[in-house]
């Protein structure tokens, strides 16, 4: 089992910034946010493979990015030039197998998520 809490959600406006983190009972090989706006179902916004290749949807490429601390078992998203289109509840995953890209639905391990709303 592994046990994952996000933290750093909140309220911004339109340009602004977030950083999300996610506190693992463990690593695993695969790690990764993904988010489900209102109405909307859950998608993909990028993973993180064990060796640091790392996979982004398209639709924050160049503003998110993901990291990860192995020896604090910490996943980081930084979340710049924020829109209105990225409000949604962001989710913290784990999977122990591969492959490891954002377009994965069927990963093991899931937190409750935290919220995050752009004001325009």
């Known amino acids: 089992q592994v046990q994952l809490v996000e933290s750093g959600g909140g309220s911004v406006q339109s340009g602004g910034s977030l950083r999300l983190s996610c506190a693992a009972s463990?690593?695993?090989?695969?790690m990764g946010w993904f988010r489900q706006a209102p109405g909307k179902e859950r998608e993909g916004v990028a993973t993180?493979?064990?060796?640091?290749?790392?996979s982004y949807a398209d639709s924050v490429k160049g503003r998110f990015t993901i990291s990860q601390d192995n020896a604090k078992n910490t996943l980081h998203l930084q979340m710049n030039s924020l829109k209105a289109e990225d409000t949604a509840r962001y989710y913290c995953?784990?999977?122990?197998?591969?492959?490891?890209?954002?377009?994965?639905?069927?990963?093991?391990?899931w937190g409750k998520g935290t919220l995050v709303t752009i004001s325009s």
């Open positions: 463990k690593t695993t090989l695969c």
């Open positions: 993180i493979r064990y060796d640091g290749i790392t």
């Open positions: 995953a784990a999977d122990g197998a591969l492959p490891c890209w954002y377009g994965r639905s069927d990963m093991d391990y």
